[in-house]
């Protein structure tokens, strides 16, 4: 039952025709407006590497480009604010943190020598979604597939870089003076989501960042004494698997459950049918005031001279059938327990219920409509 809806925005819209009931469903399968999220993950690459930018200068120690560089897995965290403007688009700023990325190659001059770097990361983008449940609403189910792209900006840290550099006979270990660059970014990738309740979300997604460039300073400290050097760069491309939490604000307005209008009167002695209906919320079983009401117009029409009555619950396509049953059963026990405290009695009540089965207004399986959330009441 727990599928994301869409906020129709002011109040609920009553459908004429299964057309039109399709259509809007479709549109209305998540909450529009403003959401926030929080992230959580892991980011790794292969792919980094240490370039001297004057190998050739007297000042350069490293010589040239690291081969066979390597990057460390490092945790990745974050979150953003944005918003769903329809079924197929989103946007969101996010602000992630790689707190400690090492990264470590072996200098082509030197290949027994370990070059290391410890990055940070601050990277702060505007990213854009097509999920494709706006296409196919019920393709996936409740699952919410969805493609991603983003440019923004990465603040690189190189400030904790520590090198063993081959200097003759010998090998000197020390670090560079640090410095810190924020550089163009962009990222591409794919994920699902998954709703945990109409508002809150559980997301998968791989992202792939291109960080730009991290540079080291102009000086090399070793065994307390410190000599100018050529700047070292690096660049940084990074594969990121984040997990996450995104929470819509937006919501359906319930609609107001109004009592079907009566039915004309009978042209010969044969008694009219009389139907009345008793909507309910979204996975609920209980009465609203609305609901209250016409149990309480039921019971008097019974009163009037009815000599039995008929109460059959149902519920909307969303959620399984074994759910939706018990969920009928539910919202037809509250419906005849009211007419009993009304003073119907219990002998003269007739009840079933059907799930998923007769929908008032017909939709795809798997859609929320607020019509087929009901209880008729005949007699």
């Given at each position: 039952m727990k599928t994301i809806h869409g906020a129709l925005i002011g109040g609920a819209f009553l459908?004429?025709?299964?057309?039109?009931?399709?259509?809007?469903?479709?549109m209305s399968w998540v909450p529009y407006g403003v959401y926030v999220r929080g992230d959580l993950g892991a980011a790794?690459?292969?792919d980094a590497k240490f370039k001297d930018t004057a190998p050739t200068s007297p000042s350069s120690f490293l010589g040239t480009t690291t081969l066979n560089s390597t990057v460390d897995t490092s945790v990745i965290f974050g979150g953003g604010i944005g918003y769903r403007f329809n079924p197929m688009f989103r946007s969101d700023f996010t602000l992630d943190y790689i707190p400690s990325h090492n990264v470590k190659g072996h200098d082509s001059l030197a290949p027994t020598v370990t070059n290391s770097g410890n990055v940070s990361s601050l990277v702060g983008m505007l990213n854009g979604?097509?999920?494709?449940?706006?296409?196919?609403?019920?393709l996936f189910g409740p699952f919410q597939p969805y493609l991603q792209a983003g440019v923004g900006f990465a603040n690189n840290d190189l400030s904790r870089t520590n090198i063993s550099l081959a200097a003759g006979p010998f090998v000197a270990a020390g670090s560079y003076s640090?410095?810190?660059d924020t550089d163009f970014a962009w990222g591409a990738g794919a994920g699902v989501g998954y709703p945990v309740t109409p508002n809150l979300t559980l997301d998968l997604g791989y992202k792939y960042l291109d960080l730009g460039e991290m540079r080291s300073g102009t000086s090399f400290t070793a065994a307390g004494f410190t000599v100018p050097v050529t700047q070292i760069k690096a660049d940084l491309h990074v594969h990121t698997v984040m997990i996450g939490l995104r929470w819509a604000?937006?919501?359906p307005a319930a609609p107001t459950p109004v009592a079907a209008p009566p039915a004309?009167?009978?042209?010969?002695?044969v008694p009219a049918q009389q139907m009345f209906i008793v909507f309910f919320e979204f996975d609920k079983s209980a009465l609203t005031a609305d609901?209250?009401?016409?149990?309480?117009?039921?019971?008097?029409?019974?009163?009037?001279?009815?000599?039995?009555?008929a109460i059959s619950g149902y519920t909307d396509l969303a959620g399984t059938q074994q759910y939706n049953l018990a969920l009928s059963k539910r919202r037809a026990d509250t419906v005849k327990a009211a007419l009993v405290r009304d003073g119907v009695p219990v002998s003269a009540i007739d009840e079933s219920w059907h799930g998923k089965e007769n929908p008032r207004v017909p939709t795809a399986d798997g859609v929320r409509e607020?019509?087929?959330?009901?209880?008729?009441?005949?007699?």
């Open positions: 459908l004429a025709t299964a057309s039109t009931s399709f259509a809007q469903s479709a790794f690459g292969t979604y097509l999920d494709l449940n706006g296409f196919a609403p019920t640090g410095n810190t604000f937006g919501a004309p009167p009978p042209a010969a002695a609901g209250r009401k016409v149990v309480d117009a039921a019971a008097a029409a019974f009163k009037s001279g009815k000599s039995g009555i607020p019509q087929n959330r009901r209880v008729e009441i005949t007699m």
